[in-house]
T-cell receptor
Framework: GAGVSQSPSNKVTEKGKDVELRCDPI?????LYWYRQSLGQGLEFLIY????????KSGLPSDRFSAERTGGSVSTLTIQRTQQEDSAVYLC???????????FGNGTRLTVT | GENVEQHPSTLSVQEGDSAVIKCTYS??????FPWYKQELGKGPQLIID?????GEKKDQRIAVTLNKTAKHFSLHITETQPEDSAVYFC????????????FGKGTTLSVSS
């Protein structure tokens, strides 16, 4: 069956530009997560959506970062006025809900020049 | 919030040897502890998980142990094979619903034949 799909797989952008990263979760998964993975670092939690509840945005590093989840399915992570320190792999994951395993996509590698 | 420490950061073993990776967590309310394997260019994949009501779980060559009192858990891989070479991440649940995962910084395991 289809797993978590992320697009684009790679994105190169100039400093100061806005970028949008897309995540298509596994069908039927109510929970969706965004993580950031920098070189040599672990997975940094960014934001979490569960059903119709208000998202947990506690991991977003600055107000330049935002995310939406439309219709309880597809999610978009937006980074405004990108900075070089935003360069990383952005991973999306989905799950069936509380305490259930996360299924990750292959990530979007963002490079800010 | 939750903090997860993982060590060692790198581990090299000979094929057939055992490998052990250890993690500690800070939030005594955490109740779900998964382990993920990440191969180059791919998202992390769940290999085994354990909940706080269980002390040990085994799946073929992989086992996880949990010590709630000491707040640490470990991954044990026996009879290692070259295909076990990857980055391994531990994680602990965190957040109001206990669903967002906080990850350790990862262990790069190299198995030489």
């Amino acid at each position: 069956g289809a797993g978590v799909s992320q697009s684009p797989s790679n994105k190169v952008t100039e400093k100061g530009k806005d970028v949008e990263l897309r995540c298509d979760p596994i069908s039927g998964h109510t929970a969706l997560y965004w993580y950031r993975q920098s070189l040599g670092q672990g997975l940094e939690f960014l934001i979490y959506f569960q059903g119709n509840s208000a998202p947990d945005k506690s991991g977003l590093p600055s107000d330049r970062f935002s995310a939406e989840r439309t219709g309880g399915s597809v999610s978009t992570l937006t980074i405004q006025r990108t900075q070089q320190e935003d360069s990383a792999v952005y991973l999306c994951a989905s799950s069936l809900g509380e305490g259930r395993p996360l299924h990750f996509g292959n990530g979007t590698r963002l490079t800010v020049t | 919030g939750e903090n997860v420490e993982q060590h060692p950061s790198t581990l090299s073993v000979q094929e057939g040897d055992s490998a052990v990776i250890k993690c500690t967590y800070s939030d005594s309310a955490s109740n779900y502890f998964p382990w993920y394997k990440q191969e180059l260019g791919k998202g992390p994949q769940l290999i085994i998980d354990i909940r706080s009501n269980v002390g040990e779980k085994k799946d073929q060559r992989i086992a996880v142990t949990l010590n709630k009192t000491a707040k640490h858990f470990s991954l044990h891989i026996t009879e290692t094979q070259p295909e076990d070479s990857a980055v391994y991440f531990c994680a602990a649940s965190w957040g109001q619903a206990g669903t967002a995962l906080i990850f350790g910084k990862g262990t790069t395991l190299s198995v030489s034949s």
